[in-house]
């Protein structure tokens, strides 16, 4: 069985309180935990420990970022939390460095990962409908969420941790079906990890 961190990204706003990210972290972890996984799991709203966050991440094997979308990407929360956790890490714990050497200066940027063989799962919530997606004639211009989501991917890649399906909930403020999400997120737990 596998040991999965579990990264909680909301950050508390007057108009959301975190329950539907908080619901799918606590329904990730039993699932998870059914079927014999190991789990941490980690929130912004608590202290943060580096040399924790850092040893969380080299005893994953599947990390899963549960976190709203804020302004076309994650919280300034998780982002304050990569700017701590993922820049101590690029010592070895995460990566050496950004892959590149001083004898080959212009070679294997990105290459640096020291996680390689394990994977991450993006499941993220939004305000936008899944119809703003993947369409030419809509907001994103027929982007995806992966396409929008890209720096995070890469952040992921930047120390060799290699994809799962990302996991969608939309339209979560004007337009809910939670239970419907739900449904749907069980499935791909169980589809893919």
């Known amino acids: 069985m ?5 990264i909680n990204g909301h950050q508390p706003y007057p108009f959301s309180e975190g329950r539907l990210n908080a619901t799918l ?3 990730a972890r039993d699932i998870l935990e059914r079927k014999g ?3 941490r799991i980690v929130t912004m709203s608590e202290q943060i420990n ?11 094997d599947i990390v899963i970022l549960q976190t709203p979308v804020n302004w076309m990407g994650v919280t300034w929360m ?3 939390y990569m700017d701590e956790v993922y820049t101590a890490g690029m010592g070895g714990a995460l990566c050496n460095g950004d892959g590149r050497t001083a004898e080959a ?6 290459q640096g990962g020291t996680l390689k063989g394990k994977k991450y799962m993006m499941s993220l919530t939004f305000n936008a409908p899944e119809e703003a997606f993947n369409n030419e004639n809509d907001f994103f211009e027929g982007k995806s969420v992966d396409d929008l989501l890209f720096p995070m991917h890469m952040n992921f890649k930047f120390f060799g941790i290699e994809p799962l399906a990302t996991f969608s909930a939309f339209d979560v403020m004007k337009n809910a079906n939670v239970e419907n999400d739900f449904e749907r997120f069980e499935s791909h737990i169980d589809r893919y990890i």
């Open 37 to 39: 996984h190991q789990t």
């Open 25 to 27: 972290v606590k329904k």
């Open 78 to 80: 998780f982002k304050k």
């Open 2 to 6: 596998s040991n999965i961190l579990i």
């Open 105 to 110: 200066p212009k070679e294997n940027y990105g």
């Open 50 to 60: 580096v040399e924790q966050e850092l040893e969380n991440h080299q005893w994953a």
